[in-house]
């Protein structure tokens, strides 16, 4: 699995060509696919939906480490 994202300091229509080229880019005839042959494409992300798993991990081990000491 891998992620990209873009600066916000880009113009709204340049960020939607550059998430259209990772959408309609050919994985499979790729060096990524060889990398990753269970995926055969980039899937878009909402990330107020689909990392909030990893917020509540991360708020559970900064929890952690402060019972630990780290």
Not at 10 to 23: D, G, R, V, Y
Not at 24 to 48: G, Q
């Amino acid at each position: 699995m891998t992620a990209w994202g873009v600066t916000n300091r880009l113009s709204p229509e340049l960020t939607e060509k550059i998430k259209e080229a990772f959408l309609s880019f050919d994985f499979v005839n790729s060096k990524l696919y060889e990398s990753w042959p269970e995926d055969d494409s980039f899937i878009p992300i909402d990330y107020a939906k689909d990392y909030e798993v990893l917020r509540v991990i991360r708020d559970g081990s900064a929890a952690v480490a402060e019972l630990l000491g780290e």
